[in-house]
């Protein structure tokens, strides 16, 4: 047989399998099974450069359906990707095989100290209804108005307040998922389940793990401290472990003040140097914009100024004040206490991506977007950017969370060659990795770093 014979063969068998299990996920699905070609265009894309056609698209409407997927997908041999919303940045949505959408789990129950949601919950919804109760989940990803907290969870997401709350991980309680086999578990009740990850625990090298605050890579076994702790090991694993139907989360009572001071620094290195020490203030937030994302801000600051910090505190504010002036090396622009201004303010980080996106007209590939740096290492970790942009002749935007050490690089490239690419990131990540840092700390994996 020819090799031409051999690959018409491979394919014919392929589509044979495709229409089989196509045919046996709508006769067995009582929510949507869907393989239309604009549907599937659609998922096919995320908010990264990247294009994978699914082969087939499921909407489950019960738990009963996302077991049956997963029992169908393992007869017929291919992969099953859950999908939350499609804002992430790296890919971790797309697939061949199945997609899984699981807009439907969208329940909300509030508890005491916690409340229970389904995967496919609105983050933005979340923080309307506990809006209301006083109380908020602190995770707080830029695109949180329009995330999922399934891929929240997926991704161990953080965003600005981290610093003080921490991450997706350190506020979850309890996971319910389906795994590989089909089995429906609760972590951290299921016990023989949960023994199995702890001992795993017992393997590993925990000095080996990244020496930051936040960290999105790999599977978080450092992270369990007993049995109780074993449902973090779904946090952050990207759907690759189980796919979560739901979630009990921890939330806290919304703080009652707020102040947010604007500093600027006429040197990134300046501003990295004065984030240790303004850190051991323990502020809410401390997040760093460079001067192109400051040219977006409907506000006049001093010429010199190359860069600002967005400093908040949300509690022992009047002792706080007089403290921090005698730390801070910059120059305070502005102290804001009324809640609607502190918003309008957070706004303008938050667009960060968009400002960058307008700058950078064509889709470049998100490699090294999201390194963390134990937080003494900043400064490092910018003279290691400049070297980058003059070894290779590019230009950088910088943005990020710099009270943890995560910044967000978007590199402009005049030759968008996959080779240079992966050159910068092999460099950028040997040196992350020699700080003690992570090469992704809340974005995820996905196809950009697998």
């Not at 995320?46 to 994978?52: H, K």
């Not at 017929?76 to 499609?86: E, L, Q």
């Not at 090298?205 to 599977?219: A, C, L, R």
């Not at 076994?221 to 472990?241: A, Q």
Request: hydrophobic share 35%; aromatic share 8%.
């Amino acid at each position: 047989m020819s090799m031409r014979d051999k690959l018409l063969k491979n394919q014919t068998s392929r589509y044979s399998n495709i229409s089989k299990l196509q045919k046996s996920l709508k006769k067995t699905i009582t929510g949507n099974v869907l393989w239309d070609r604009e549907i599937v265009n659609y998922y096919s894309v995320d908010a990264s450069v990247y294009q994978i056609i699914p082969d087939v698209v499921v909407i489950p409407k019960n738990e009963r359906d996302v077991i049956n997927v997963v029992k169908i997908a393992r007869k017929y041999k291919v992969s099953v990707t859950v999908r939350g919303t499609g804002t992430g940045l790296v890919g971790s949505a797309l697939n061949s095989g199945i997609i899984i959408d699981l807009k439907k789990f969208d329940s909300i129950k509030i508890q005491k100290n916690n409340v229970k949601v389904g995967a496919g919950t609105s983050k933005g919804n979340l923080d309307k209804v506990l809006e209301n109760k006083s109380k908020f989940f602190p995770p707080s990803p830029s695109v949180g108005p329009y995330c999922s907290v399934g891929g929240m969870i997926g991704n161990n997401s953080s965003g600005s307040r981290s610093l003080k709350y921490g991450s997706t991980i350190d506020n979850i309680e309890k996971i319910t998922f389906v795994d590989g086999h089909g089995n429906k578990i609760t972590l951290p009740e299921n016990k023989e389940y949960g023994s199995k990850i702890f001992k795993l625990t017992k393997k590993i090298d925990i000095e080996k793990f990244p020496k930051v605050t936040k960290n999105s890579s790999g599977y978080r076994l450092d992270s369990i401290k007993s049995i109780r702790d074993v449902h973090k090991i779904i946090v952050g694993s990207e759907g690759t472990l189980g796919i979560v139907l739901s979630a009990n989360l921890k939330i806290t009572s919304i703080p009652n003040n707020r102040v947010l001071l604007i500093v600027e620094y006429q040197s990134e290195n300046e501003a990295a140097t004065n984030c240790s020490q303004i850190a051991n203030t323990f502020p809410t937030a401390i997040e760093f914009v460079d001067k192109t994302i400051m040219k977006n801000i409907n506000h006049r600051f001093d010429k010199k100024s190359k860069c600002l910090l967005f400093v908040e505190y949300d509690s022992e504010i009047k002792n706080i004040q007089k403290r921090i002036k005698k730390i801070i090396t910059g120059k305070i622009s502005k102290i804001i206490q009324n809640n609607p201004d502190i918003q309008k303010w957070w706004k303008f980080r938050d667009s960060s991506l968009y400002y960058s996106s307008k700058v950078i007209k064509n889709k470049t590939l998100h490699v090294i977007e999201d390194a963390t740096v134990p937080i003494e290492r900043l400064p490092e970790l910018f003279s290691l950017i400049k070297k980058i942009n003059q070894k290779f002749h590019t230009k950088s935007i910088a943005y990020g969370h710099a009270g943890n050490g995560n910044i967000h690089i978007r590199l402009i490239l005049k030759k968008k060659k996959i080779s240079i690419i992966k050159k910068i990131a092999n460099e950028y990540f040997d040196n992350i990795i020699k700080m003690g840092g992570t090469i992704t700390g809340e974005h995820g994996d996905g196809l950009a770093r697998s």
